[in-house]
């Protein structure tokens, strides 16, 4: 019996968290002239993978057991900003846009991945 991939996994909870970090950069450029709005951020993805363990199933009864549970939801954060305007305004567009990259070069990287190794599957099918 073969043990199943966890990539596509992988791939498709980096492509939510992506997705919510790009709703929340979104957000902060929306509001980047209401007064006293702070920009927000959310978790390192890397702090969301640590919160997920693991699921392991014993196909015997003598097998050792783990408790398995769903990853937390992810949390989002006032981030660190690099200036406060008079209006107490905490949203650098500067920042936000080099976010709003950082979230883009990682989607494309995500989605490089899968696909590559979506072909790779697909000729081992094939033969």
């Not at 992988?10 to 709703?23: F, G, K, V, Y």
């Not at 002239?33 to 390192?44: F, I, K, L, M, Q």
């Given at each position: 019996m073969t043990?199943?991939?966890?990539?596509f996994d992988l791939a498709s909870r980096q492509a939510n968290w992506l997705a919510a970090r790009q709703t929340t950069i979104s957000g902060n450029i929306a509001n980047a002239n209401t007064p006293g709005?702070?920009?927000r951020d959310v978790e390192p993805f890397i702090d969301v993978l640590d919160k997920t363990?693991?699921?392991m199933t014993a196909t015997d009864n003598e097998h050792i057991g783990f408790d398995a549970s769903r990853p937390e939801s992810m949390k989002v954060k006032r981030a660190d900003t690099w200036d406060t305007v008079y209006s107490r305004n905490s949203v650098s567009l500067e920042q936000e846009l080099i976010k709003a990259g950082e979230v883009d070069r990682q989607h494309s990287l995500n989605t490089s991945i899968v696909k590559a190794f979506h072909r790779m599957l697909m000729s081992t099918v094939r033969g």
């Amino acid at each position: 019996m073969t043990s199943p991939v966890y990539l596509f996994d992988l791939a498709s909870r980096q492509a939510n968290w992506l997705a919510a970090r790009q709703t929340t950069i979104s957000g902060n450029i929306a509001n980047a002239n209401t007064p006293g709005y702070r920009a927000r951020d959310v978790e390192p993805f890397i702090d969301v993978l640590d919160k997920t363990k693991l699921a392991m199933t014993a196909t015997d009864n003598e097998h050792i057991g783990f408790d398995a549970s769903r990853p937390e939801s992810m949390k989002v954060k006032r981030a660190d900003t690099w200036d406060t305007v008079y209006s107490r305004n905490s949203v650098s567009l500067e920042q936000e846009l080099i976010k709003a990259g950082e979230v883009d070069r990682q989607h494309s990287l995500n989605t490089s991945i899968v696909k590559a190794f979506h072909r790779m599957l697909m000729s081992t099918v094939r033969g």
